[in-house]
């Protein structure tokens, strides 16, 4: 009877489930068979570097007049040169353009013009621990860094470029690989080879005496060496609005800030970090990643990051086989320019950021650069990271006329005895512009400095 009963359930179900009245994998029921559609032709790829759109011709008689607007103004003095030219690259207006006078931080536009044409902007600056474990030894960590000044002392943020790599998830990862060795205790060496040993350009201290707009250039920094405690802390890593001292052990400072990180971490390091080299032919067994070198640039360009634009002079130096040192950077850098025609008559480059006294550029160079970031896609990096005024960066108090905001992107540039901007402009009657300024051993640098702004504030209405 038990049978007969588990047998006419049985049928039921199946009937059940031929007719979908209960869930299973029979039916009678017809089903059509899937056709995929016709592949779909693909659209040809558009060109993003076309002609530039010229708008209404710029009014040469309107230009020459704010040049002389500009020359004329109180504090400006004698020493100035200043040039405007159209999307073709006709000069316009112009005054003194072939003098070189000393560019303060617009020359960075040339190191990140030349870095951002050849370096690889897409990749990441990486620090890397390593572990050495001699036979009857305590094991060693050795912390080797490949450029990566803007490390945090904490975890990874992905917010921001300041800090993008912290040295509290580099320690959280390197613990986790030593657990895995059954390794609790260790030593701790850090590589600082990478730059060899000329650090920073010579005279540079001439105008930053108290280490506050530049530290020597090394593998590894946390926060660009800023000494900074408390209140002066600024709550936007990426915005420098405070400058405290910097250190000058950047190196040093960071394996003691990793130690740090490593004994919250659970791992026990004995002694003090020392220098060493990095194990030859080996795998790290932990590394954390810096932003981008495009986001880096930006990050340059926007707070004029003086030691980061000596880190991309010295990058592309290596990358081109110059001298690793600031003669071979500033070579590399010019002999990009020449490579892409663009004039160097006048160019002295004492550094890469324009600290340093003694460099001298036309604003013929300047604007030659600018032209090429508007016509052609090789140094996008730099075109995209440019100050814009009244808006980002240094230029973003620079306005003088609220309602052109957000229509100049400029590279400013301000010493003791020079002031200097230069940049593009989207004009309000269409197409663009390109222009440079430099006013040296002004009469009044601040009249000067508002002389300038006022300016490129009319730029955009020729």
Not at 188 to 194: A, E, F, G, N, V
Request: hydrophobic share 40%; proline share 3%; charged share 15%.
């Amino acid at each position: 009877m038990t049978a007969l009963i588990t047998i006419v359930i049985a049928a039921a179900y199946i009937v059940g489930d031929i007719f979908g009245l209960v869930p299973g994998v029979l039916t009678n029921s017809s089903f059509s068979h899937y056709s995929a559609p016709q592949t779909r032709t693909a659209y040809a790829a558009a060109t993003l570097d076309g002609k530039l759109e010229s708008g209404t011709p710029i009014n040469s008689k309107q230009a020459s007049d704010l040049v002389n607007t500009l020359k004329n103004a109180e504090g400006v003095g004698s020493d100035i040169s200043a040039v405007i030219r159209d999307s073709s690259g006709s000069t316009i207006a112009q005054l003194n353009a072939t003098t070189a006078r000393e560019p303060a931080s617009t020359l960075k536009t040339l190191t990140a013009f030349a870095a951002a044409s050849t370096l690889d902007m897409g990749s990441t600056l990486d620090t890397k621990v390593y572990l050495v474990q001699p036979k009857g030894g305590t094991p060693q960590l050795i912390l080797q860094g490949s450029g990566d000044m803007l490390l945090g002392a904490g975890q990874n943020d992905t917010a921001h470029v300041n800090g993008r790599a912290g040295l509290a998830t580099l320690a959280s990862r390197t613990m986790q690989a030593l657990h895995q060795r059954g390794i609790s205790q260790v030593t701790l060496k850090y590589d600082d080879s990478l730059f060899g040993s000329e650090r920073m350009p010579a005279g540079i201290q001439q105008n930053d005496a108290e280490w506050r707009y530049f530290t020597p250039i090394s593998s590894m920094a946390v926060d660009g060496g800023k000494q900074c405690s408390g209140r002066a802390k600024q709550s936007n890593p990426d915005n420098d609005v405070v400058y405290p001292t910097r250190s000058t052990t950047t190196a040093a400072d960071t394996a003691k800030t990793f130690i740090s990180s490593l004994s919250s971490a659970g791992i026990k390091v004995d002694g003090a970090a020392t220098s060493g080299d990095a194990p030859a032919n080996s795998s790290p067994i932990a590394s954390v990643s810096s932003a981008k070198l495009s986001e880096i640039m930006a990050y340059m360009l926007r707070n004029s990051d003086n030691t980061e634009a000596e880190l991309f002079g010295r990058l592309l130096a290596l990358k081109l086989d110059q001298a690793n040192s600031t003669a071979g950077a500033t070579a590399a850098t010019q002999s990009v320019l020449k490579k892409d025609a663009i004039d160097t008559s006048g160019l002295h480059m004492a550094d890469s950021s324009g600290l340093s006294p003694g460099s001298t550029v036309t604003v013929n160079t300047l604007t030659d650069v600018q032209e090429k970031l508007l016509v052609r896609g090789s140094a996008v990096a730099e075109a995209e990271g440019l100050s814009v005024v009244g808006v980002v960066g240094t230029a973003k108090s620079r306005s003088a006329d609220d309602s052109m905001n957000g229509l100049v992107r400029v590279k400013t540039g301000t010493l003791s005895t020079a002031s200097a901007m230069a940049g593009n402009v989207s004009r309000i009657h269409g197409g663009a512009l390109t222009f440079a300024v430099i006013i040296n051993n002004g009469d009044n640098m601040w009249s000067a400095e508002q002389a300038v702004n006022a300016f490129v504030a009319a730029l955009p209405k020729l």
